[in-house]
């Protein structure tokens, strides 16, 4: 007999706790459902009810085996629903959410790319630079720049994210380009609220480096703080992501390149990974493959060296 129908059966059996309504629920006879009880036991090779005229319960191999039986029903389900999946075209409106800078850089222009492959998915995309209550947002996909993900999240690396140290020209001209740390120390400092709104951190020959600075300017938003650098209100780190066009046209210009911002990961963040859309998959792919993992195509264009 078929084993999974055997399985199924069983586990019936046991939340309904009477073979006569596990045979309605399945639709099938109550002569069936013994039989398939009895091919799951002989099986298992083992009893798994104790059956009176009153009565069902668990044996204790019965109970040792039961979530087994669930969690092999689960994964048949799961197969099932990948398969029957193979076939269709990737539909419907998703709901993403990432940091406005990454947005405007990075996916937006990657979501129309995927949108030019797929025209049936359409977007929702929530720009915020905090961190959103997935569930209550109805949110199928997260994008988020960390290296402190919670435990329970489901999260699948996209890229990594460097950043520079960076002035304009005409603060250089200015104040002059500091050499040393203790020179960057008294430079006009504009710094990030979410990394750290007194000091500025590096690594240097594989350790942390947490410098304090007395900040000009501090900020949560990444283009307010990317404006006031162009504008030469002082000197700040900034993501590669972000500012891959002003490095080029040498409209900032990288401080201290020997020092190495602190790198974070780029991570698509899943509430589940049961039952996700097609859709949902796909663009999980897809950006993985466009963002390119540990070097991104932004920073191959603006640092080929970069490894």
Do not use: K
Not at 66 to 94: I, K, T, Y
Not at 151 to 169: N, Y
Not at 276 to 287: C, G, K, T, Y
Request: hydrophobic share 45%; with cysteine.
């Amino acid at each position: 007999m078929d084993r999974l129908t055997a399985a199924r059966v069983f586990v019936a059996i046991v939340e309904h706790g009477s073979l006569t309504v596990a045979a309605d629920r399945l639709e099938m006879s109550t002569a069936m459902v013994s039989r398939y009880l009895a091919a799951a036991e002989a099986w298992l090779g083992v009893r798994l009810l104790h059956r009176t005229t009153r009565r069902i319960s668990l044996t204790e191999a019965g109970q040792a085996a039961l979530p087994s039986c669930r969690q092999l029903l689960g994964l048949a389900e799961e197969a099932q629903h990948q398969a029957g999946e193979v076939s269709r075209v990737p539909a419907g409106r998703l709901r993403i959410t990432c940091s406005p800078s990454f947005a405007e850089a990075q996916l937006g222009p990657r979501l129309a790319d995927f949108q030019r492959l797929y025209p049936q998915v359409t977007f929702s995309l929530l720009a915020v630079d905090r961190n959103i209550d997935l569930a209550a947002e109805r949110i199928d996909l997260a994008v988020r720049i960390t290296n402190s993900l919670e435990p329970t999240m489901i999260a699948r690396p996209l890229a990594a994210c460097r950043s520079v140290l960076c002035a304009s020209p005409d603060y250089l001209r200015t104040h002059g380009e500091p050499r040393t740390l203790e020179a960057l120390q008294l430079h006009h400092c504009l710094t990030h609220t979410i990394v750290g709104a007194t000091q500025f951190r590096f690594r240097r020959d594989g350790q942390l480096l947490e410098l304090p600075v007395t900040e000009r300017l501090s900020t949560d938003d990444t283009a307010v703080l990317r404006s006031a650098v162009l504008q030469g209100s002082g000197i700040g780190i900034l993501p590669t992501y972000f500012i891959g066009d002003e490095l080029r046209q040498g409209r900032l210009v990288h401080v201290l390149p020997e020092l190495e911002p602190e790198t974070l990961g780029i991570h698509a963040i899943l509430l589940s990974r049961q039952h996700q859309p097609l859709a949902v998959r796909l663009l999980v792919d897809f950006l993985a493959e466009r963002f390119g993992g540990e070097q991104p195509p932004w920073d191959r264009e603006v640092h080929p060296e970069v490894a």
